[in-house]
């Protein structure tokens, strides 16, 4: 995560929210950061002292300092491209699939189901998330 905001803030200054578009961008989307992997990583190099924030409209804006500039150009130069090496797009794909027509399914018994309806909805992806995590323990 460092190293990919040091090599994003060479750009340009940004918004944290833009940096972790521009990560799952430069990465093909094999790669989105958190809020929750990115915020505490900008706090962490604002109290190192290689970059710097400043207010804009309700947001903060980082840039590199100085010392921000010297420790971006040692490291890498585009460490978001590991991130999408090896990845099978079109498995990737699917499974995005698969994901998002559970969820609109759930989502339209969570919708328009009664009471009971949503609690069997309830049962079934909990015991779907157990059945995937039983396939990676090879147990049926």
Same mark, same amino acid.
């Given at each position: 995560? !460092? +190293?990919s905001? *040091? &090599? @994003?803030l060479? $750009?340009r200054?940004?918004?944290?929210y833009?940096?972790?578009?521009?990560?799952?961008e430069?990465?093909g989307?094999?790669?989105?950061?958190?809020?929750g /992997?990115?915020?505490?990583t900008?706090q @962490?190099? =604002?109290d190192e002292? @290689?970059?710097?924030?400043?207010s =804009? %409209? %309700?947001?903060? *804006?980082? #840039?590199?300092?100085? #010392?921000g !500039? /010297? +420790? #971006?150009e040692e490291g890498p130069?585009a460490?978001w =491209?590991? #991130?999408?090496?090896?990845?099978d797009?079109? +498995? @990737?794909? $699917?499974i995005r699939?698969? %994901?998002?027509?559970l969820?609109?399914a759930? %989502?339209?018994?969570?919708?328009?189901g009664?009471? =009971?309806?949503?609690?069997?909805?309830l &049962?079934v992806?909990g015991d779907? !998330?157990?059945? *995937?995590?039983?396939i990676l323990? $090879?147990? $049926?």
């Amino acid at each position: 995560m !460092r +190293a990919s905001i *040091l &090599a @994003l803030l060479k $750009d340009r200054p940004m918004h944290g929210y833009e940096m972790i578009q521009e990560i799952a961008e430069r990465s093909g989307g094999a790669w989105k950061p958190s809020p929750g /992997s990115v915020y505490p990583t900008l706090q @962490l190099l =604002e109290d190192e002292g @290689l970059i710097a924030s400043e207010s =804009e %409209g %309700g947001k903060k *804006l980082f #840039a590199l300092t100085e #010392a921000g !500039r /010297s +420790a #971006a150009e040692e490291g890498p130069e585009a460490p978001w =491209e590991d #991130a999408s090496k090896g990845v099978d797009w079109e +498995a @990737l794909n $699917d499974i995005r699939q698969a %994901g998002f027509g559970l969820m609109e399914a759930f %989502g339209q018994v969570w919708k328009t189901g009664s009471k =009971e309806q949503r609690e069997k909805a309830l &049962a079934v992806i909990g015991d779907a !998330r157990k059945k *995937l995590y039983l396939i990676l323990a $090879d147990e $049926d």
